[in-house]
């Protein structure tokens, strides 16, 4: 089975606090995204990564960055926390590369940024 | 654009009940993807089911269907035999085929299933 792990389950941060959301996933899959959770907003993109060292922006990127140096490792990371990124943060893989395909999730991270 | 829209924020029904879940989509493509999604509470986000546009036929899985209108971009989720466990937030989402992967997410229903 595949398995996408995330790093916490639950992370308090204060504003301003520079903070690091790490996610691994053992299947050797190209394709890494992360999104963030919201009630009544569903799932939005934030980036996604489809090879190391590769990255493309998504529909919410302003305030994160990401950093892929491994295949298997994909992390955000959120340069200056502010209230409005307390969130539910989801992160997926998917593979191969060239073919649609089910994306995987990690357990998510629910981070407050007070 | 592409949207994703979920009209029903919560259901409930009884067990052993069957239910269904609508979801609508706006799309100019020809083809694309279609998935539902599940999350447990407190657990991870699986795939349910998904359906390719060019295939006419339903998908199916087990006690889980979709009714799939392409004319009135309609997808919409049935679960028959409802059992405790199908308790989730439930996900429509939709797929460009040459979207680099990207999905289009509604904004999820919650179903609750009683004993």
């Known amino acids: ?63 994160y960055s990401v950093s892929r140096e ?11 926390a502010s209230t409005n990124q307390t969130s539910m943060y989801l992160c997926a893989s998917s593979s191969p590369a060239g073919a649609v395909d089910t994306q995987y999730f990690g357990p998510g991270t629910r981070l407050t940024v007070l | 654009a592409q949207t994703v829209t979920q009209s029903q924020p919560e259901m409930s029904v009884q067990e052993a009940e069957t239910v269904t879940l609508s979801c609508t989509y706006d799309t100019s493509e020809s083809n ?31 006690r889980f269907s979709v009714n799939f209108q392409k004319a009135a971009k309609s997808f919409s989720l049935k679960i028959s035999d409802s059992q405790l466990g199908d308790t989730a937030m439930y996900f429509c989402a939709f797929m460009k085929g040459d979207s680099n992967y990207q999905l289009i997410w509604g904004a999820g229903t919650k179903l609750i299933i009683k004993p």
């Open chain 2, 32 to 62: 694309y993807y279609l998935f539902w999604y599940k999350q447990p509470p407190s657990r991870q986000m699986i795939l349910v089911i998904r359906q390719e546009a060019y295939k006419q036929q339903n998908a199916t899985e087990n």
């Open chain 1, 70 to 80: 491994k295949k298997e490792r994909f992390s955000l990371i959120l340069e200056s």
């Open chain 1, 1 to 63: 089975d595949v398995k996408v792990t995330q790093s916490s389950r639950y992370l308090v941060k204060r504003t301003g606090e520079k903070v690091f959301l790490e996610c691994v996933q053992d299947m050797d899959h190209e394709n890494m995204f992360w999104y963030r959770q919201d009630p009544g907003l569903g799932l939005r993109l934030i980036y996604f990564s489809y090879d190391v060292k590769m990255k493309e922006k998504g529909d919410i990127p302003e305030g």
